[in-house]
C-alpha cells in the first residue's frame, strides 16, 4: 500500500517543507492529518484513511488477490476506539483485529476473519478457500480465531484444492444440498476437472478471462472425452454462478439424476434441490 504517515516520510530524510512541496506539486495528497497517499495508492485506500480507518474484510482481500464473489462497496476497518469519524458511504467495522493493520489495510487473516462473518457463508467460503490456496494463510491460523459456530460451519467446508470462487461457490451449494462432491479430479483422456458429482456428472466453471479462444476448442475437446468416458459433462460460466446459482443446482441434480447408473430417484433429487435452495437462504 502507499500510504505514508508524516513519521515515515521524515525517517527517510524528507523534510517538513519538502513534504508541504511534494503536496503542492501533486505528489502527494494529504489523506487525513499526518497521513498522505502517493501515485501509487488506490481510491478504496485513500477513502478508507480519509474515513478514519483502514481497508477490511472483502475490501482488504480484494487489494490482495483474495476471490470476492461480489463487489458490495467499500468496507472500512475502524479502531474500536474510534471517534470523530469523517463521513463517507462504507460499510464499517469494529471487530478486534489479530495482526496490527497497515495504515492502508488489515492483514489477510483480519480480513477474512471479518468477511466469515459479512458474507453469505458460501461466498466467505470462496473466500477462505482463494486465501489458503494462494498461501496467503493456513488453516492452523484460522482455526484458533474460529471457535463461534459460524466460523466452524465455513471452516468445515473449505478445501484449498478449489482453483477459483466459482468453483469453489458451485462445489459448497451442491454440498449443502447432500451431493457428493470430489475436487480437482484427474480423468484419464481429459485432463484434471473442477468437480465430479456423485461420480457421474463432471462439472467445470469458467471465467470469461480464460475460456475465450482457442481455449474454448479445448473446452469442447474436453467434454467430448468426458461423454465418451461414461459421465455427463457441464459446464457454467460466472454469470450463471453469480447470478443464478438455484438454476447450476437444479441442472446438476437433473443431470445425476439422468445419469446411467447413478441410484438418484426423482424425490431424492427434489430434497437435494430444496435442501440446496434453503442452504442459499441461510
Given amino acids: 500500500m502507499a500510504i505514508h504517515s508524516m513519521a515515515s516520510l521524515r525517517a527517510r530524510g524528507i523534510t517538513k517543507s519538502r513534504i508541504a512541496d511534494l503536496v503542492a506539486e501533486g505528489t502527494l495528497v494529504r489523506v487525513r492529518r499526518g497521513l498522505y497517499a502517493d501515485s501509487e495508492s488506490g481510491a478504496d485506500e485513500i477513502e478508507a484513511v480519509r474515513i478514519g480507518g483502514a481497508l477490511g474484510c472483502i475490501?482488504?482481500?480484494?487489494?490482495?488477490?483474495?476471490?470476492?464473489?461480489?463487489?458490495?462497496?467499500?468496507?472500512?476497518?475502524?479502531?474500536?476506539?474510534?471517534?470523530?469519524?469523517?463521513?463517507?458511504?462504507?460499510?464499517?467495522?469494529?471487530?478486534?483485529?489479530?495482526?496490527?493493520?497497515?495504515?492502508?489495510?488489515?492483514?489477510?487473516?483480519?480480513?477474512?476473519?471479518?468477511?466469515?462473518?459479512?458474507?453469505?457463508?458460501?461466498?466467505?467460503?470462496?473466500?477462505?478457500?482463494?486465501?489458503?490456496?494462494?498461501?496467503?494463510?493456513?488453516?492452523?491460523?484460522?482455526?484458533?480465531?474460529?471457535?463461534?459456530?459460524?466460523?466452524?460451519?465455513?471452516?468445515?467446508?473449505?478445501?484449498?484444492?478449489?482453483?477459483?470462487?466459482?468453483?469453489?461457490?458451485?462445489?459448497?451449494?451442491?454440498?449443502?444440498?447432500?451431493?457428493?462432491?470430489?475436487?480437482?479430479?484427474?480423468?484419464?483422456?481429459?485432463?484434471?476437472?473442477?468437480l465430479v458429482v456423485e461420480g457421474r456428472v463432471v462439472v467445470e466453471t469458467d471465467g470469461a478471462a480464460f475460456h475465450r479462444g482457442p481455449r474454448r476448442h479445448v473446452d469442447y475437446v474436453r467434454d467430448s472425452a468426458t461423454a465418451v468416458g461414461g459421465l455427463t459433462p457441464l459446464r457454467f460460466d460466472a454469470a450463471q454462478v453469480l447470478d443464478d446459482l438455484p438454476s447450476v443446482m437444479q441442472a446438476v441434480i437433473a443431470a445425476v439424476r439422468e445419469s446411467r447408473g447413478a441410484p438418484f430417484s426423482g424425490r431424492e433429487a427434489e430434497i437435494a434441490l430444496r435442501r440446496g435452495e434453503r442452504a442459499l437462504r441461510s
Avoid at 66 to 92: D, I, M
Avoid at 100 to 106: F, G, I, K, N, S
Avoid at 142 to 157: E, G, K, M, V
Fill in 59 to 194: 475490501s482488504a482481500l480484494r487489494s490482495y488477490g483474495v476471490w470476492v464473489s461480489r463487489r458490495t462497496g467499500l468496507h472500512v476497518q475502524l479502531p474500536r476506539n474510534a471517534s470523530r469519524l469523517r463521513p463517507g458511504a462504507a460499510r464499517r467495522h469494529w471487530e478486534r483485529t489479530v495482526n496490527p493493520p497497515e495504515l492502508a489495510r488489515v492483514s489477510v487473516l483480519d480480513a477474512l476473519l471479518t468477511a466469515m462473518l459479512c458474507q453469505h457463508p458460501i461466498d466467505a467460503v470462496a473466500s477462505v478457500d482463494s486465501a489458503l490456496h494462494l498461501g496467503l494463510v493456513r488453516m492452523s491460523d484460522l482455526r484458533p480465531h474460529c471457535r463461534d459456530a459460524r466460523r466452524r460451519r465455513i471452516l468445515d467446508l473449505v478445501d484449498s484444492r478449489a482453483e477459483s470462487g466459482l468453483e469453489s461457490i458451485v462445489r459448497v451449494a451442491l454440498v449443502l444440498a447432500g451431493l457428493r462432491v470430489e475436487s480437482q479430479v484427474v480423468i484419464a483422456g481429459v485432463g484434471r476437472v473442477d
